[in-house]
């Protein structure tokens, strides 16, 4: 990380302008950056982002199918930088908006690697395999207690936030399509730290 995490590091968290860009240009610039997650009177957790995608309404053929899932719309094309949650076999993922207000765009996060408050995490998801802990776009929402009462609340906000850490060279970084997508499969909006033990097992359709 460009600075050690401290009881302040709220003060350098990533501001709305910064998803209120291109997702796929917002999801490469995540890898490195680090998700922070204050518990209300409790502690609080954060892990290295390693796996991200980007959802861009406007040229993306998965769209169709996010349409139609119960107030999607209306909350990509919100305003950026709110968070937004879908779920996926009763499983709810974080996403973050991006554009302007009024374009339906979003980045998932879908992996990221503990940096503090494991031994919490470990309390929220036991897991035998320390990797399963956050090596999924569900497996990370019950590790960091990120939870759907969060939906809408602003990136600027005290309880989820994201701090700059230290950026992952191009050298560094896989892109491949999405996962378990069949509309918009072969757009390469999908981004990893190459080679990181965290990063999903899920591979792409055809992969």
Known sequence: MSAPLSAHDHARALGVSFFDRDPVQV?????????????PNGPRMAARIVETEAYDCPRDPSCHV???LPGAAQALGGPPGRVYFHSVYQHSLLNVVCRESGVQAAILIRAAEPVLGEETMRGLRPVKRRLDLTNGPAKLMTALSITPDLDGQS??????????????PDAEVTTTPRIGLRLGADLPWRFLVTGNPW??????AGA
């Open 27 to 39: 999801a490469r610039e995540l890898l490195g950056a680090v998700l922070v997650r204050q518990l």
């Open 66 to 68: 996010i349409a139609r």
């Open 155 to 168: 990136v600027a906000g005290p309880e989820l936030y994201f701090v700059p850490g230290e950026a992952v």
């Open 199 to 204: 990063v999903s097992p899920g591979r792409p």
